[in-house]
Every structure is written in structure tokens, then in C-alpha cells.
């Protein structure tokens, strides 16, 4: 996969509300950059007949808010 670009991580970043510039931004891109060459692992693994497993987070359930039922 090609690498993100800094502009591209600054405009995913302003996309999130994140302000990101200077030495941040060339920290995070790097750190980014790293973190989907790891996960490019994932796409070699032989997924054929996993079923999807719904899971649920850690910690107690709580009822949805009101609006929501």
C-alpha cells in the first residue's frame, strides 16, 4: 500500500476536528504509516469459512439512551 502522504494525514486529521501540525504532524504520519504496514498482515490471512463473531465491549451493559429504544 502506498504510504499516507503528511497532507493527507493532516486533512484526515482535520477531518476528525484534530488540529495537527508541525513536528506533530510528521510524528503522527510516521506513526500512522507504521501502524497500516502492520496491519497489511492481516490481508495475507486465509479467511476462508470464518464466520463473523458479533462481540461486545468490556465493562457492564448499560440501556441505550431513551431516544434510541
Known sequence: MTEL???QVRA???AA???LDGADLAEVTHRLNAFVDVLGGLATLDLTGAEPAPTSPP???RD????LR
Open 12 to 14: 484526515l486529521a482535520a
Open 17 to 19: 476536528g484534530l488540529p
Open 59 to 61: 465493562g457492564p451493559t
Open 5 to 7: 502522504t503528511p497532507d
Open 64 to 67: 441505550p439512551p431513551r431516544d
